[in-house]
């Protein structure tokens, strides 16, 4: 069973970046069908998703977000990370790392990290 | 973008059946059969309820059940219980290789 686990800064400060590590267990980065994902959530609020990586490097994000995120992969230690630059107080969320597995016939986010709270604050 | 259109809140009694719509286009909703569903207990991560539009994962309830037509997805949950208290969310595969989710749906037992 994969689990996933986020860990980075609880704090962030305006105009700076948000930067957050997803350890993964009991599976591999490396699976050709996983697609890594970060999905975030204002308190209060739905979710979002900011985008993935696979385990290649390639990407795909959020179009509204694009212009501020770059995600990254080190398969070597089964870690993916997101960075997040230019933060405001709206960027704050609690921040979820994510699974997701795809092939010809199926396609789904199955499988979260317990979520982790980064307040933009000064 | 755009998110997906979910109801605010839904209610119905112990029970009872209640339904959940998510409104896409023929971009997400329509185009794959990849629709999902997670059930979020306050102060939790979201759980995978659905996949694939109507499938369910081991260990979920029968309870809940998944259906599509067009551009529109709808989760089902039959002989409601205290527990089914929860935030709902859609979520679906889109052709520009995204996710997009719906706005949520609070579901509350009567």
């Known amino acids: 069973q994969v689990q996933l686990q986020e860990s980075g800064p609880g704090l962030a400060k305006p105009s700076e970046t948000l930067s957050l590590t997803c350890t993964v267990s009991?599976?591999?980065?490396?699976?050709?069908?996983?697609?890594w994902s970060w999905i975030r959530q204002p308190p209060g609020k739905g979710l979002e998703w900011i985008g993935y990586i696979s385990y290649t490097g390639s990407t795909n994000y959020n179009p509204s977000l694009k212009s501020r995120v770059t995600m990254s992969v080190d398969t070597s230690k089964k870690q993916f990370s997101l960075k997040l630059n230019s933060v405001t107080a709206a960027d704050t969320a609690v921040y979820y790392c994510a699974g997701a597995y795809c092939s010809r016939t199926s396609c789904y986010i199955g499988y979260w990290g317990q979520g982790t709270l980064v307040t933009v604050s000064s | 973008q755009s998110a997906l259109t979910q109801p605010a809140s839904v209610s119905g009694s112990p029970g009872q059946s209640i339904t959940i719509s998510c409104a896409g286009t023929s971009s997400d909703v329509g185009a794959y059969n990849y629709v999902s569903w997670y059930q979020q207990h306050p102060g939790k991560a979201p759980n995978l309820l659905i996949y694939?539009?109507?499938k369910r994962p081991s260990g979920v309830s029968n309870r809940f059940s998944g259906s599509k037509s067009g551009n529109t997805a709808s989760l089902t949950i039959s002989g409601l219980q205290a527990e089914d208290e929860a935030d709902y969310y859609c979520n679906s595969y889109t052709s520009s290789s995204t996710w997009v989710f719906g706005g949520g749906t609070k579901l509350t037992v009567l």
């Open positions: 009991g599976g591999s980065v490396s699976s050709v069908s996983y697609y």
């Open positions: 694939d539009v109507s």
